[in-house]
């Protein structure tokens, strides 16, 4: 799906609200519960401790804080944990009954079959890709790993986000990478190179095929934008970018999500999610400034817009449509029929 080149102050506006989850444009509630609320601000607290040190980073707590927040408490973390680890364990089953052990690689074979392949463990029903839900712009929870667990369907967030979250609880590892509108596993391999797992599709993929079916450039892998193994810091920004589009969707802008995203821009500086959030909490905030005539928090917030699209020029950001992605899943879809 090749990104385009536009003006950032209005194509960055239209990526937010087709994919990364910012949705200030819905009104908040004035009655809404306190104590949802209240789930935001314990997930963005433990989440900061982990980013911290203050709290070991743990990128499985750290997706079910996020989740769960949106969801209002729908799932305990015991239920949710139940989950992971009992995949978890026929993970280590299939590991010890090839006698794989002394790869160091065993977890991620395991893992990537696991969520992939059509085998006994799973019960013949691997995690694939819904191409009916993909986008989040209506309902986040489509990407979420808790709606993968429960219909073993999901896009690229969620199945990446569990494919991670399974590698870790098994000592492996993984690690998440970006692309326009996009996220994928990179792992090294035996000989130490690294390789790319494309989980939507179930299979493994060259740099140059990502390149050229995403559209990135070197400058943007040069800069950091896409196509880099994240650091698990980085990781948890990136969950932390999805805590705060939430909050957005559910309750508008406030100086929570704000608070968010400069606390995850802080550790992942290079990350245009986050700086999109971002733009859309002040987008939002010119829009209210000057429907009610304030001129100096409108100025304001227009001098933080400008900020915000030099940042993104720099780190040579595109912006990838909705209609080409939609098109590029398409493909996709038919390619694999």
Not at 140 to 151: E, H, I, W
Not at 174 to 192: M, V
Request: net charge positive.
């Amino acid at each position: 799906m090749k990104a385009k080149h536009g003006k950032l102050l209005v194509d960055v506006l239209l990526l937010m609200i087709t994919y990364t989850g910012s949705y200030a444009l819905s009104k908040p509630d004035p009655n809404t519960d306190q104590l949802h609320k209240q789930l935001y601000h314990i997930a963005f607290s433990e989440m900061s401790q982990m980013l911290s040190g203050g709290k070991p980073v743990n990128f499985k707590k750290a997706v079910f804080l996020m989740e769960n927040a949106y969801l209002n408490g729908a799932w305990s973390y015991e239920q949710f944990n139940t989950k992971v680890s009992g995949i978890a364990f026929k993970l280590r089953q299939m590991i010890g009954k090839r006698h794989l052990e002394r790869f160091h690689t065993a977890g991620n074979w395991a893992a990537f079959t696991y969520m992939t392949d059509s085998i006994q463990e799973n019960n013949f029903i691997p995690f694939t890709y819904d191409f009916d839900h993909f986008l989040s712009d209506k309902d986040p929870t489509v990407g979420f790993v808790t709606k993968l667990l429960q219909t073993n369907k999901g896009n690229c967030n969620s199945l990446p986000f569990l494919y991670k979250i399974l590698v870790e609880e098994i000592g492996a590892s993984g690690f998440l990478a970006l692309a326009p509108i996009h996220c994928y596993i990179k792992h090294k391999d035996e000989q130490g190179k690294w390789v790319n797992l494309e989980m939507t599709s179930g299979s493994f993929a060259r740099d140059e095929w990502i390149m050229q079916e995403t559209g990135v450039t070197v400058e943007q892998i040069k800069s950091g934008i896409y196509m880099n193994a994240l650091t698990q810091k980085e990781s948890i920004a990136l969950v932390m970018k999805e805590l705060a589009a939430n909050y957005q969707f559910q309750f508008g802008i406030e100086d929570f999500d704000l608070t968010v995203c400069d606390t995850a821009l802080h550790y992942f500086p290079s990350s245009v999610n986050l700086l999109m959030v971002k733009y859309e909490h002040y987008r939002s905030l010119l829009l209210q400034a000057k429907k009610q005539g304030q001129r100096d928090q409108e100025a304001q917030a227009y001098q933080m817009l400008k900020t915000i699209d030099k940042k993104l020029i720099e780190l040579a950001y595109r912006s990838s449509p909705k209609d080409e992605y939609k098109n590029w899943v398409k493909q996709n879809k038919m390619s694999k029929k």
